[in-house]
């Protein structure tokens, strides 16, 4: 279904994530006719170019990185939407022209996709040269803040200039067709949301692991680390979605509203719960001290915890985070781990093993669950575990490529004026809040973190996390 006749702005249109992510994810749902012909989306940043040079830098970027070709008329069709207006957001140029470009009756958004220092000078110009009103919509991206203040402070910022029902908030991990999956196969069942509490899940492992190291961006990733670069933002959404009571109703702010009652429901992390690592040198492969130009840094590439819900449904069922870089494979992935029969009724034929439902993101996105089943054969009464695979993919018929990518999902929603799937500014503000306390905790401790090898599965302490408890994590791979 097309959306509404819309002009968007792209702040930052000549950097990265335009390259990467918006104009690519653009195209393609131009190509699949999500996108009315008379759209406008018009970049904007400090280089100086007029709307030819950017559609030729547009078309480069889709062609890369949306696979097409050069002379596909559809990319022709496209550009004719593109426009370029250069303005640097700390000055006053360039506004007025932008204003002529915005349409009287199309939905206005407004992408802020260049870094959060500039995203008040961007918000005070668009309200001060009368650009966006109450009715047009920001866009804005990670990091959102680098603790409680700093969050406090950028929502503050906004909010002089737009209400919470125009800001959008990206965290692209919510963008994922499983995640939203997540919400129907928990709301739209009664198979799972019976069991979906501490009665019978024994724990939940959410794991992101990268095979990449931080190369390249390195002195930056060192300012920030594993938890503040995917904890505090997208492992904890998972978590969320995961862990909240079922909203009242598919609606923005009931969703929303569930999921920050989980956040302020998060116990404090216990030094003794958390394990962080660092990847060592291998080969002529740097090391993170290395990649990060800092020998002395304690900043995390790794990071493992156990968090405690403190609420009625998830007490006694702890969840188990880790995320970080050069990694064994590259793999997102939750597992919820149900608990054993209580009683078994087979003889000889060894423990049942538990139930697990393994939700995966990447790649090749879909769902598992393992149910233990009698082996065939004359064999006698032996259980084996079977997994019942569901790639969706391959269950939707749907070629893994065709699945649309996050970005544009969530560019559609914008459009749509759907904050389901954006996080609200309290819900940033709570988790800033769980977030601080440990990283606090951590710069005051003496401790170095431990050390781990590339294609590993992580450092050996995180091993320890979960033997402790009699547990053991998933295999990476
Ligand atoms: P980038 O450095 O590649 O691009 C920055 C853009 O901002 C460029 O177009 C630049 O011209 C523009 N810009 C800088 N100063 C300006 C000014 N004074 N006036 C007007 N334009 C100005 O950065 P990026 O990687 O594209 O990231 C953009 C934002 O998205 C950042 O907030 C980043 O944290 C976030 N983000 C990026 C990625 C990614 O994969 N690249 C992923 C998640 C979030």
Known sequence: IPVDDFDLVIFGATGDLAHRKILPGLFRRFVAGQIPETSRIVGAARTQMDDGQFRDEAAKAICEFAKVKKNDPRLAQFLELLGYTPIDVKGEGGWKELKSRMRDGAVHAFYFSVAPSLFGDIAERLSGHGIADDNSRIVVEKPFGRDLASAKALNATLAQHFHESQIYRIDHYLG????????????????????????????????????????????????????????????????????????????????????????????????????????????????????????????????????????????????????????????????????????????????????????????????????????????????????????????????????????????????????????????????????????EAWEDSKRAPEPYDPGSSGPEEALRLMHRDNRRWREIR
Not at 215 to 236: E, L, P, T
Not at 355 to 370: A, D, F, H, S, T
Not at 383 to 396: G, I
């Open 176 to 439: 994922k067709e499983t995640v939203q999956n997540l919400m129907a196969v928990r709301f739209a069942n009664v198979l799972f949301e019976p069991l979906w509490n501490a009665q019978y899940v024994d724990h939940v492992q959410i794991t992101v692991a990268e095979t990449v190291g931080v190369g390249g961006r390195g002195s930056y990733y060192d300012k920030s680390g594993a938890i503040r670069d995917m904890v505090q933002n997208h492992m904890m959404q998972l978590l969320c979605l995961i862990a909240m009571e079922p909203p009242y109703h598919f609606d923005p702010d009931a969703v929303r509203d569930e999921k920050l009652k989980v956040i302020r429901a998060l116990e404090p992390v216990l030094p003794e719960d958390i394990v962080r690592g660092q990847y060592q040198a291998s080969g002529d492969q740097p090391g993170y001290l290395e990649d990060a130009e800092n020998p002395d840094s304690r900043t995390e590439s790794y990071v493992a915890m156990k968090v405690r819900i403190s609420n009625w449904r998830w007490q006694g069922t702890p969840f188990y985070l880790r995320t970080g870089k050069k990694l064994r494979a590259r793999t997102s992935e939750i597992a919820i781990t149900f608990k054993e029969p209580p009683h078994s009724i087979f003889d000889d034929t060894g423990a049942p093993k538990a139930n697990e439902l393994v939700i995966r993101l990447q790649p090749n996105e879909g769902m598992n669950l393992k149910v233990m089943i009698k082996e065939p054969g004359p064999g006698g009464m032996r259980l084996v575990q079977v997994p019942l695979d569901m790639s969706f993919a391959d269950a939707l018929g749907a070629e893994g490529s065709d699945m649309p990518d996050a970005y544009e999902r969530l560019i559609m929603d914008v459009i749509r004026g759907n904050q389901t799937l954006f996080m609200r500014g309290d819900e940033v503000e709570a988790a800033w809040a769980w977030t601080d306390p440990i990283i």
